[in-house]
């Protein structure tokens, strides 16, 4: 199995809703990743989980919150959200253990804020 | 401050014949390249990459160069195929920690 899955695929949420963001694979990979992409812009990294535990967050405001519950799943929790955060959220995976090695992106969860 | 930049937003070629796409660098940490393929609504599909201690790497029909002097990276297709139209981003990282910085991607299109 090489692939990154993510559910949903659309998700039109309002600004008072909670909803949560999943992405799973089954490579074995250690290390997992959330971007935000939008439009005509390149992925903008979120949050980086090292063996399950949160390495990198990228100074994202407290609205957005990850969970990492095994190696093999990600999460990303959202609440009170604004029409600003409407985007392409892409999960991603690697090897981790930092070696020099390729993420492998998920086909993401299109989020729209209302 | 923008560290990877591919300066061309687009790029025509025409089918069969050879598409090179363009990636420069300023920050000098970096040490791994990588090449990603996306298509609309779909996540970046990860097509090639290199390392500094190279300056090339090929596979198949796709060929990374590398100039560490120049900071500059490139991209060649050849042949290339009507389904290689999309965007490709370069992307790199320094020091094999897990943060990757994208460029701002080519759209390619091949022309029948």
């Known amino acids: 199995d090489t692939e990154v899955t993510q559910t949903p695929k659309h998700l039109v949420m309002g600004m008072t809703n909670k909803k949560s963001l999943k992405c799973e694979q089954h490579m074995g990979h250690r290390a997992m990743y959330w971007y935000k992409q939008k439009a005509k812009k390149p992925p903008e990294l979120m949050f980086v989980?090292?063996?399950?535990?949160?390495?990198i967050n990228e100074s994202v405001p407290s609205r957005f919150s990850p969970e990492c519950p095994n190696s093999s799943l990600l999460n990303l929790h959202l609440h009170a959200l604004q029409p600003e955060d409407s985007a392409l959220y892409l999960c991603?995976?690697?090897?981790?253990?930092?070696?020099?090695?390729?993420?492998?992106f998920g086909p993401g969860t299109r989020l729209t804020v209302l | 401050d923008q560290q990877v930049k591919q300066n061309s937003p687009s790029l025509s070629v025409q089918e069969g014949r050879i598409s090179i796409l363009n990636c420069d660098y300023t920050n000098s940490m970096f040490d791994y390249f990588l090449w990603y393929k996306k298509y609309p609504a779909e996540g970046p599909t990860f097509l090639i990459s290199?390392?500094?201690?190279?300056d090339k790497n090929e596979d198949g029909r796709f060929t990374v160069f590398l100039n560490k002097s120049a900071k500059h990276l490139s991209l060649h297709i050849v042949p290339s195929q009507p389904g290689d139209s999309a965007v490709y981003f370069c992307?790199?990282?320094?020091?094999?920690?897990?943060?990757?910085?994208f460029g701002t991607g080519t759209r390619l299109t091949i022309i029948p």
């Open positions: 992307a790199a990282n320094s020091g094999g920690n897990e943060k990757l910085t």
């Open positions: 290199i390392s500094s201690i190279k």
């Open positions: 989980y090292s063996y399950e535990k949160l390495s």
């Open positions: 991603a995976s690697s090897q981790g253990g930092f070696r020099y090695n390729e993420q492998f």
